[in-house]
């Protein structure tokens, strides 16, 4: 199946750092999506990307389709305690069917006082 | 709306017993999926289903069966649980593009 490479992996941070991490694969994907998981919950949606270039921000979060698109990022601005969670990259594979999104493995953001 | 709902939030289980967890969801969206999440592994996709009465299988659906009898209820089945289906499990749903999740299943096979 489709791989999408998610890096970093984890991310230890002093609060009011910004954050950037970032996905990519092999194949073109039509749609990027990121979302937040905190623990004990399921994904949220943060952002959603429909078109190479598009730069899309939500608050303090900015997230942007690849030209390519083979890849997205995502900043965050001045991170906060609450931003502390795992965000995934998703994407839906150009012609991909009806069989949902691929999903990254997650970037683990940790906030140090 | 509630969105996506499931149910039980955790559970113990045997190995041998079997268990469904259950999905529903209130946003008459076509497209359900069951996925679970192992530590570090991101989402694997068990089951997903593109409307009432159908199913289908997707990346890691053994050990699991699953059933769409109406556009709301989406439930997983396990049969006969083995310890490497401990995880949690999330169900979403999705109308177009992005996809709602449900707030997890906590499953431990012991």
């Known amino acids: ?113 | 709306n509630a969105g996506v709902t499931q149910t039980p939030k955790f559970r113990i289980l045997k190995i041998g017993q079997s268990m469904t967890l259950q999905c529903t969801q209130d946003m008459n969206h076509n497209y359900m999926y069951w996925y679970r999440q192992d530590p570090g592994m991101g989402l694997k996709l068990i089951y997903y289903s593109v409307g009432a009465g159908i199913t289908d299988k997707g990346e890691v659906p053994n050990g699991y069966n699953v059933s769409r009898s109406t556009t709301e209820d989406f439930p997983l089945r396990l049969e006969l649980a083995a310890p490497s289906q401990t995880s949690v499990y999330f169900c979403a749903s999705r109308l177009d593009t992005e996809a709602f999740f449900g707030q997890g299943t906590r499953l431990t096979v012991v």
């Open chain 1, 1 to 113: 199946g489709q791989q999408l490479n998610q890096s970093p992996q984890s991310m230890f941070i002093q609060e009011g750092e910004d954050v950037s991490m970032n996905c990519t694969s092999s194949s073109i994907f039509n749609t990027w999506l990121w979302y937040k998981q905190e623990p004990g919950e399921g994904p949220v949606l943060l952002i959603a990307l429909y078109k190479a270039g598009e730069l899309t921000s939500n608050g303090r979060l900015t997230a942007q389709f690849g030209i390519t698109r083979k890849d997205s990022f995502l900043n965050i601005s001045a991170s906060i305690p609450s931003d502390v969670g795992i965000y995934f990259c998703a994407g839906q594979p150009w012609g991909g069917g009806a069989d949902g999104l691929t999903f990254g493995k997650g970037t683990h953001l940790i906030i140090q006082p």
